[in-house]
């Protein structure tokens, strides 16, 4: 493996298991027993927690260690109005133009994940979760052939990923179904703004999740 190929495989790594939450706000990380594990040097583990500092994933300070960094609330603001901003303009492309057969698809998409959440029994359950969430929102633009731009979008969502976790075990969970018809419906007989305001709606939900969250673990943020 090159020295590229494991760095990119330690960054992506250990950045999936701060936003799914095996590796916590505050926790210690340790190079070498990270390297060990992927079966890597230390030295591409070292770069991928050098990037993930500037991503401000982690917090590394001389003095005490690598540490796994708070969720920051204003980051997260900053990157759910980009989002919202972006999506908004692809969905709304869309709006009173989608075939049949993308119709199903996209409730397809909603059935499936209402089944997956009703099933507590499921592997693997809230992972697969997050997934046809993502499939929902990654269809309009795989539709205006702009999936590239999901995808970078995707990438740079720091600490909105990070909170989507904690929603998976909180009442705010239950309303994704809702929110996604709502946005479909708009999709077929809305208007630009019934689009807008559906989306909205459903991305500011976030604020509920980081409230619940925030007063269980209010060490696990920053505001700043």
Do not use: W
């Amino acid at each position: 493996m090159s020295a590229r190929n494991a760095r990119d495989l330690a960054y992506h790594t250990v950045r999936s298991r701060i936003i799914t939450m095996e590796l916590k706000p505050g926790e210690a990380l340790n190079d070498r027993e990270l390297a060990e594990e992927l079966g890597i040097s230390r030295t591409p583990m070292r770069e991928a927690l050098l990037m993930l500092n500037i991503a401000r994933m982690v917090d590394i300070k001389p003095q005490s260690g690598t540490h796994v960094a708070p969720i920051n609330l204003k980051l997260m603001e900053m990157e759910q109005f980009s989002r919202y901003a972006l999506e908004k303009e692809v969905l709304n492309r869309l709006r009173g133009k989608l075939t049949e057969q993308q119709i199903a698809d996209y409730r397809r998409c909603i059935d499936d994940y209402r089944a997956l959440e009703a099933d507590l029994g499921q592997p693997r359950r809230t992972a697969r979760m997050l997934e046809l969430d993502n499939a929902f929102h990654r269809r309009a633009f795989e539709i205006c052939g702009m999936e590239d731009h999901y995808n970078y979008m995707l990438s740079k969502l720091q600490h909105v990923e990070r909170i989507r976790k904690f929603s998976l075990l909180t009442e705010e969970n239950k309303s994704v179904c809702s929110s996604h018809t709502a946005i479909l419906e708009a999709l077929l007989h809305g208007s630009a703004d019934d689009v807008s305001e559906a989306l909205e709606s459903h991305l500011s939900r976030y604020k509920q999740s980081v409230a619940q969250a925030r007063s269980v673990h209010p060490e696990y943020f920053i505001d700043e």
